[in-house]
């Protein structure tokens, strides 16, 4: 298991054509509440700004979807929606401070792609908080040292560490300072009147149930998704921190393997927890009865994840391996996902809520493998 994905093998995901944009021509403006509304270019950011570098385990707010029963109409990630990068580019921090953007508390910044949509009128637009803005999001240009290719965001994109993928918006167009997050009429229909911006804010990629009615808000009193999910005082949280969450990488499932010399198997993993820190990780080999304690062979890493392993003394026989992680709060990944009957919406150790489209799910135990061990080979 590698802990920086290889570029080729990052997931893609958006919800339109990609663009054909080309960097010479391509900027970003700075609107809303700033003292002057400019636009950047990808050459003026590098020239002019300092540039920064942050680690990113980048997870779809889709990520296990395949596991929700009744299925979800909606891409059916298994486990591969996840993927780690190095991005380098500008801190958010230096751009809004050098045009005098409103930046305190509160406030947020609406980041909107220049997004070729075919036959949706919907523009790409994702809310950040300020307090994030500020704290560690970039306006990234290369990822893993090269030049951002295309399907990632070229020539410029967001990148919001730790948080579901869905607010890294690519071939960033403009980034709009503000007192509330995209939301109400103005933002329904902007501008030209046909252009609706709140959809991917307030009506997807928010935690609902099978037939609640999601209402539109402007703000929201805490932003980590599991404080949402258990606040009894949030309808319908939106998706931004990513949740704890763990998988294994070795053995992979219905494998036989071989126990090495020393009767021993090495189960290897990841554990990540958002822009928390992971803090335990365990691994149980017969299907979530027992559990044994997991060593991490990574070092933290700040919104990355954590590679991870835990030396088994093997026997022959089938086995059902399956990991959990906690978090520095103490959030533990549940067992398994509800159902739509359950009508369970907050949080505990059994279950996460079954929800309409299939989001932020870290259950475990759909990601149970069964394995075979056979002779190692070992003299006795
Ligand atoms: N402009 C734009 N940005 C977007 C999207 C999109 O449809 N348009 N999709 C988002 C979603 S849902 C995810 S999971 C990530 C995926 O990023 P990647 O393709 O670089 O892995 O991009 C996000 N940024
Ligand atoms: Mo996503």
């Known amino acids: 298991m590698k802990w920086l994905t290889p570029i080729e093998e990052h997931f893609v995901l958006h919800r339109s054509?990609?663009?054909?944009?080309?960097?010479?021509?391509?900027?970003?403006?700075?609107?809303?509440?700033?003292?002057?509304?400019?636009?950047?270019?990808?050459?003026?950011?590098?020239?002019?700004?300092?540039t920064t570098t942050v680690a990113h385990t980048m997870?779809?707010?889709?990520?296990?979807?395949?596991?929700?029963?009744?299925?979800?109409?909606?891409?059916?990630?298994?486990?591969?929606?996840?993927?780690?990068?190095?991005?380098?580019?500008?801190?958010?921090?230096?751009?809004?401070?050098?045009?005098?953007?409103?930046?305190?508390?509160?406030?947020w910044v609406t980041a909107i792609g220049g997004d070729d949509?075919?036959?949706?009128?919907?523009?790409?637009?994702?809310s950040i908080p300020m307090s994030k803005i500020l704290r560690d999001c970039i306006l990234a240009y290369e990822m893993n040292d090269r030049d951002l290719p295309?399907?990632?965001?070229?020539?410029?994109?967001?990148?919001?560490?730790?948080?579901?993928?869905?607010?890294?918006?690519?071939?960033?167009?403009?980034?709009?300072?503000?007192?509330?997050?995209?939301?109400?009429?103005?933002?329904?229909?902007?501008r030209d009147g046909d252009l609706y911006y709140t959809r991917w804010q307030q009506e997807r990629y928010r935690i609902a149930q099978a037939d609640?009615?999601?209402?539109?808000?402007?703000?929201?009193?805490?932003?980590?998704?599991?404080?949402?999910?258990?606040?009894?005082d949030i309808d319908h949280p939106f998706t931004f921190d990513q949740n704890v969450m763990s998988l294994i990488g070795y053995p992979a499932g219905n494998d036989s393997v071989s126990p090495r010399e020393d009767g021993c198997i090495?189960?290897?993993?990841?554990?990540?927890?958002?822009?928390?820190?992971?803090?335990?990780?365990?691994?149980?080999?017969?299907g979530g009865e027992t559990w044994y304690d997991g060593e991490f062979i990574s070092p933290p890493c700040p919104n990355a994840w954590r590679l991870f392993r835990y030396v088994w003394d093997a026997d022959t026989g089938t086995y059902e391996i399956v990991s959990r992680a906690t978090d520095e709060h103490g959030r533990r990944q549940p067992a398994t996902i509800a159902t739509p009957e359950d009508e369970f919406d907050g949080t505990d150790d059994e279950t996460y809520p079954w929800n309409r489209r299939g989001y932020?799910?870290?259950?475990?135990?759909?990601?149970?493998?069964?394995?075979?061990?056979?002779?190692s080979g070992r003299s006795v």
Request: with cysteine; proline share 6%; glycine share 8%.
């Open 212 to 232: 609640e009615r999601i209402d539109p808000q402007p703000t929201v009193s805490t932003f980590d998704t599991w404080e949402q999910l258990e606040s009894p």
């Open 17 to 50: 054509n990609t663009p054909e944009l080309s960097a010479d021509e391509w900027t970003v403006s700075v609107t809303g509440m700033v003292d002057e509304e400019v636009e950047l270019s990808k050459e003026v950011l590098q020239e002019e700004f300092p």
């Open 150 to 190: 295309k399907e990632h965001g070229y020539p410029l994109r967001l990148i919001v560490p730790g948080w579901y993928g869905v607010n890294s918006v690519k071939w960033l167009n403009e980034l709009h300072v503000m007192e509330k997050m995209v939301y109400g009429p103005e933002w329904d229909a902007r």
């Open 266 to 286: 090495e189960i290897v993993g990841t554990a990540w927890a958002g822009d928390d820190e992971v803090t335990e990780i365990e691994v149980s080999v017969d």
């Open 360 to 375: 932020g799910a870290n259950a475990y135990m759909p990601l149970s493998t069964t394995v075979e061990v056979v002779e």
């Open 117 to 126: 949509p075919k036959d949706g009128d919907d523009v790409f637009a994702r």
């Open 59 to 107: 997870e779809c707010a889709g990520n296990c979807r395949a596991y929700f029963d009744p299925a979800i109409e909606s891409v059916a990630w298994e486990f591969d929606g996840v993927s780690t990068a190095i991005w380098s580019g500008t801190p958010l921090e230096s751009v809004l401070s050098r045009y005098g953007a409103n930046t305190e508390d509160g406030m």
